[in-house]
């Protein structure tokens, strides 16, 4: 199963529906002219069709019309909305693809009445074709639906398919968040090497490198992280003493803590949704 004869539109096209754009046709998995992306702005519209020559249009059920599948990559207080725009436009055997924070497979059907759902959790190095993205499909989703999905998910870099919805939800608080976690550490460590006397672009340089590295050393190694911890602690060493104030300060504690914060304001977000759409007119 592959894309090329299937025509996709992205309702919401903005940074993470332009980076799937991008890795779709990059990939050469679809023509410019399968592409339909719906904008309220014409100069978004018009910096789409220059920069990619796929269709842009204003009015998202014209998108949807063209689609058989539809990528959702918009804000969640807009669902109710756009959805009611859309619903009479998606017949059985379209495709869903949402990328909505928190909006959950029951949310989406509610306001859609549509049933052929796949729920997605990409994250931010998606626009550079690195991303992460966990994603669920509904039952009423095909396998020739799924290997879609697959596909279009993919184009943002490693997807992972779950059969249970909650992963999704779980998934959101460590890989949807995550880059948020490693930013703060990323800019931590630079002031501190600032504090330290390092120029700031010197500081920058050192970080950002020293993370990367150790990210494709971890990956590449196959070891586990407390493995490859132990290899750089000799006793009595740096390492040693900085670990020593990074635990006495219940590091691992907070970041646990952080993720289940982003965990409960996701089920917040999708009990939320759910209400707002459990009243939708048949």
Known sequence: ?????ATIATIGSGVMA???????????????????ASHPRADRRDELVSSYGINAVEDNAAAVEQADVVVLAIKPQMLVRVGREIQ?????????????????SRALANVLRHRQ??????????????????????????DAQREQARLLLGSLGSEMEVDDE???AMATAVSGTGPTYLFLVMESLIDAAVHLGFPRHVAHDLVV??????TLFAKSSGLHPAQLRN?????????????????????????S???????????????????????EPE
Do not use: C, F
């Open 117 to 142: 759902i796949a729920r997605s959790m990409p994250n931010t190095p998606a626009q550079l074709g690195r991303g992460m993205t966990v994603w669920y499909a509904t039952p009423q989703v095909t």
């Open 18 to 36: 332009e980076a799937m754009i991008a890795g779709l046709l990059r990939a050469e998995q679809v023509a410019p002219a399968q592409i339909y």
């Open 257 to 279: 803590e952080a993720v289940w914060a982003a965990y409960r304001r996701t089920e917040e977000l999708a009990r939320g949704l759910e209400a707002d759409t459990s009243e």
């Open 88 to 104: 009479p436009a998606l017949r059985d055997g379209k495709l869903v693809i949402s990328i909505i924070a928190g909006a959950s």
């Open 1 to 5: 199963m592959s894309l090329r004869d």
């Open 231 to 255: 290899m750089v602690t000799s006793p009595g060493g740096t390492s040693a003493a900085a670990l020593h104030e990074l635990e006495s300060g219940r590091l691992r504690t907070v970041l």
């Open 166 to 168: 909650k992963l999704v």
């Open 209 to 214: 490198e020293t993370l990367e590295g150790s």
